[in-house]
T-cell receptor, first 110, second 113 residues
Framework: RKEVEQDPGPFNVPEGATVAFNCTYS??????FFWYRQDCRKEPKLLMS???SGNEDGRFTAQLNRASQYISLLIRDSKLSDSATYLC???????????FGKGTKLSVIP | EPEVTQTPSHQVTQMGQEVILRCVPI?????FYWYRQILGQKVEFLVS????????KSEIFDDQFSVERPDGSNFTLKIRSTKLEDSAMYFC???????????FGDGTRLSIL
């Protein structure tokens, strides 16, 4: 049983494109939600927390649907530097350990 | 910006040997974590540590593993008798408040021969 499931990818998009990542989680009691990015053989780096009302940070928009147990990330105007693996991460339900999805790899092409 | 630092960056060890991975969390953080990532797989939780004791641990964190905060700055992960399947990237993370996002160090690549 996969606790956090993501689009398998890879996504290959041209510069300037809009790309969306989806994620579902199995534990309905989860309380905290994040998107991290991970460059090849590097550590996960926090991209943004995800709030119930949805939130935006520059070109990045995150949405949470608790009823569907679904999280999304939208990247507008993709840059070459956005190329990375995007990790959907969940915690809570009596635990503060982070549960990671396997990630979706994004390659932004010139 | 404060960082979590880990040493060494790469550790090569013979199977059966003990290994200690070191982490210096961000200075005002109170909650500390170890995760591992086997090549090509997802990041997996190992253990969390608060107030000088383990808060949670996963099934992976068996009797071969231990953690310690020997002084006010270091946080260590010890694997007593390494196995081939312990080969992975090991990430340390910390946070000031457990409701807040965790900040990760740049990892130690552990290779067991």
């Amino acid at each position: 049983r996969k606790e956090v499931e993501q689009d398998p990818g890879p996504f290959n998009v041209p510069e300037g494109a809009t790309v969306a990542f989806n994620c579902t989680y199995s534990n309905s009691a989860s309380q905290s939600f994040f998107w991290y990015r991970q460059d090849c053989r590097k550590e996960p780096k926090l991209l943004m927390s995800v709030y119930s009302s949805g939130n935006e940070d520059g070109r990045f928009t995150a949405q949470l649907n608790r009823a569907s147990q679904y999280i999304s990330l939208l990247i507008r105007d993709s840059k070459l530097s956005d190329s990375a693996t995007y990790l959907c991460v969940v915690s809570g339900a009596g635990s503060y350990q982070l549960t990671f999805g396997k990630g979706t790899k994004l390659s932004v092409i010139p | 910006e404060p960082e979590v630092t880990q040493t060494p960056s790469h550790q090569v060890t013979q199977m059966g040997q003990e290994v200690i991975l070191r982490c210096v969390p961000i200075s005002n953080h109170l909650y500390f974590y170890w995760y591992r990532q086997i090549l090509g797989q997802k990041v997996e939780f190992l253990v969390s540590f608060y107030n000088n004791e383990i808060s949670e641990k996963s099934e992976i964190f068996d009797d071969q593993f231990s953690v310690e905060r020997p002084d006010g700055s270091n946080f260590t992960l010890k694997i007593r008798s390494t196995k081939l399947e312990d080969s992975a990237m090991y990430f340390c993370a910390s946070t000031m408040d457990r409701e807040q996002p965790q900040h990760f160090g740049d990892g130690t690549r552990l290779s067991i021969l």
